[in-house]
């Protein structure tokens, strides 16, 4: 699937590992593991060549958002979103069908939408400044070992 990507793939900067690839790619993994559309890797993929942050863990943590997991994140992503718009819970029962999801567009996908959008900025901000926290103490907790050997 990553092949429409071409040569962007073969910037170093895309498969190193360091503070600024990490923070980075987490902020876009669990960006894009929050956002309800298909192909959720490949706009990862897009996010990490446009970041220039580490790609395979982009693309790694938008399976947080798997067949598992998926109806209670984004079950949660909807009251986030009829919270905001100051709208009531309507009541809804899922099913894989076109008629449904154009059904529930109208109904109950502008509170769901705008819900995923603000869950996937706050997931972004939080791992960006999480990783880069977690980063600099083991890294300073190293010099102090080596300091202390």
């Known amino acids: 699937m990553l092949k429409i990507f071409g040569r962007l793939l073969q910037d170093a900067n895309l498969w190193h590992l360091n503070r600024r690839s990490a923070r980075g790619a987490f902020a876009v993994g669990l960006f894009f593991a929050f956002i309800p559309v298909p192909f959720q890797m490949v706009l990862a993929a897009a996010g990490a060549i446009l970041f220039r942050v580490n790609m ?76 880069d926290i977690i980063w600099r103490r083991s890294v300073k907790k190293a010099w102090l070992a080596r300091k202390n050997n």
Do not use: K, R
């Open 56 to 131: 395979p863990i982009s693309v790694a943590l938008v399976w947080l958002t798997n067949p598992l997991t998926m109806p209670p994140i984004f079950y949660g992503s909807y009251l986030v979103g009829t919270l905001i718009l100051n709208q009531p819970e309507q009541h809804f029962v899922f099913e894989a069908s076109w008629e449904w999801f154009l059904q529930s567009i109208e109904t109950i996908g502008p509170a769901f939408l705008l819900g995923s959008l603000v869950c996937a900025s706050i997931a972004s901000i939080i791992a960006y400044f999480g990783i």
